[in-house]
């Protein structure tokens, strides 16, 4: 899920950004200390938005820099489990598919691509068995959030699901609403019929 947050920090300006103005300086400042920072309470910064205060600065004795207060609105991305989110197949291995979900990559096991039994042929694509669907590289899916783990700061881990009705490749999604559609359709006919 995407979040607007606005946050509150200390804001080290070097020397060499004292020729922008205060507000230009701080803001290249956050940018530089957030663009891409990783936390588990905040998930995955993607980018400052704007700096709604700067304070007074503080110099340090013996630091060039100057600090200031200053409060900001930063755009972060937080995986929440069962969250469906729309993605692409960026990578396929023998194991499952790699999909891109925003600023990071979440992983979907082979057994988890489809509610069938799944091959991985050469052609670095996944294959079901009685469906005939296939799973390629840079396919549009839509996918549930099973599991997320921020244990290594510089690398969380998401595990995703496309088994379930509704998630999958988008045109199977659409096949699958076909189906249902004519089912309906055939059961109010032959509801009709027997009258």
Not at 85 to 92: A, L, N, P
Not at 168 to 191: C, F, H, M, P, V
Request: hydrophobic letters at 35%; glycine letters at 8%.
């Amino acid at each position: 899920m995407f979040y607007k947050t606005e946050i509150q920090d200390h804001v080290r300006v070097p020397p060499s950004l004292f020729n922008l103005s205060k507000d230009e300086a701080v803001l290249k400042q956050v940018k530089q200390d957030y663009a891409g920072y990783i936390s588990q309470d905040l998930g995955i910064v993607i980018d400052v938005s704007e700096v709604t205060e700067v304070g007074e600065g503080i110099v340090i004795p013996g630091d060039g820099a100057s600090y200031y207060q200053t409060t900001f609105k930063i755009l972060t991305f937080k995986p929440e489990m069962q969250e469906i989110v729309m993605g692409r197949i960026k990578d396929i291995a023998d194991f499952g598919a790699f999909i891109s979900i925003g600023p990071i990559e979440g992983m979907i096991h082979i057994s988890q691509t489809m509610d069938d039994f799944v091959s991985f042929a050469k052609d670095k694509s996944l294959a079901g068995k009685d469906t005939k669907r296939t799973l390629k590289v840079g396919d549009e899916c839509k996918a549930r959030i099973i599991a997320v783990s921020f244990k290594d700061l510089t690398n969380p881990k998401i595990g995703l699901t496309m088994r379930q009705a509704g998630l999958g490749r988008l045109d199977w999604i659409e096949d699958d609403l076909g189906k249902t559609g004519e089912k309906a359709s055939q059961s109010k006919e032959n509801k009709e019929s027997k009258k």
